[in-house]
């Protein structure tokens, strides 16, 4: 039986790891980690947040350069983080980069859910609202992605996911939650068939966009980096994008600019998939067999995992 764990011990989480894979992780120093790289997985920092977050937002143009009428494409974008995405209008209005013309797409990653329901756009915390206000409503009218263009989770689950069959998904993009997640792909509780060990990784890939049950690390997250600590605002189900859909994306580019995950995080993560260690209780590692991930981070923000009291 694997370890119960240390922060909620009616779920998985990194903290039933092997306690000598969690040491090796937290010996990582900076340069240790650009070593990490490989054939299907790069590690690159960038020494300002000017050029980290101008790096992901040219990841939406060049998606959108490359698609046509008859071949679109589009990139899959986060909420978390989300500074580049004024960077991105401010730099499709420059180009005068017509989304329309370009038949251009755009798919939002998760979505809160209240009572069974996907939030709308009136609910304080929606990511839908996010991205409209952050960036599709900066974009001249005439430049605009068409509505039907945008895909964002709701109630047509089954339509959402089968978009990834229809149009190109050049890249998603990501951050990296303190569980260690992409999206809202949370560990699963200990329960039933996985009371005693995880799902495998095979049976974690097969599943697509969903409803999910939140780890409580990710509600007290978001709720410190959303909400101003206020938990009971912050529901405690999303829809998510899944794994299914994930291995429909050309790339995977993660963002890690030391604001949502920690130093230990940042570099357990990479580690894992940079030696093929796929682990369920680690979501994030179960990238380590996709064909093309990058990890993207802000120099200073990695920070160190030495005991420093305060």
């Known amino acids: 039986m694997r370890k119960r764990s240390v922060i909620a011990p009616d779920w998985w989480d990194y903290t039933t790891l092997d306690d000598d894979l969690l040491a090796d992780a937290a010996r990582l120093t900076p340069g240790d980690m650009l070593q990490l790289s ?3 997985f790069q ?36 909420i978390g983080p989300t500074e580049q995405l004024p960077l991105v209008a401010r730099l499709v209005n420059a180009l005068d980069l017509n989304l329309a013309e370009h038949n251009a797409h755009f798919w939002g990653m998760d979505e809160w859910v209240i009572d069974g329901q996907a939030v709308g756009e009136d609910h304080p915390l929606s990511f839908r609202k996010a991205d409209m206000a952050l960036c599709f409503n900066r974009i001249r009218p005439e430049l605009r992605i068409p509505e039907a263009n945008l895909h964002f989770p709701g109630g047509d689950l089954a339509g959402y996911s089968a978009s990834f069959d229809t149009v190109r998904c050049a890249v998603m993009q990501g951050g990296q939650g303190d569980v260690k997640h992409w999206a809202f792909n949370d560990p699963l509780k200990r329960e039933g ?30 709720a410190r980096t959303s909400g101003g600590g206020v938990v009971s605002e912050v529901p405690t189900q999303a829809i998510t994008v899944g794994p299914v859909e994930t291995w429909k994306a050309g790339k995977v580019s993660i963002w890690q600019a030391g604001t949502h995950d920690n130093p230990f995080g940042m570099r357990l993560t990479a580690l894992m998939i940079s030696k093929g260690i796929a682990d369920a209780a680690v979501p994030m590692s179960l990238l380590a067999d996709h064909p093309d991930v ?17």
């Open 38 to 40: 490989r054939e299907g």
């Open 43 to 78: 590690v690159v920092f960038y020494d300002t947040l000017e050029d980290f977050y101008l790096a992901e937002a040219l990841e939406y143009i060049d998606a959108w350069r490359q698609s046509t009428p008859d071949n679109p494409v589009g990139i899959c974008g986060p």
């Open 193 to 222: 068939d996985y009371a005693d060990v995880p799902p495998t990784p095979e049976v974690f890939r097969k599943l697509g966009t969903r409803v999910v049950d939140l780890h409580p690390v990710t509600i007290m997250q978001n």
């Open 294 to 310: 990058q990890f993207n981070y802000y120099r200073p923000g990695i920070g160190s995992c030495d005991v420093e009291m305060h």
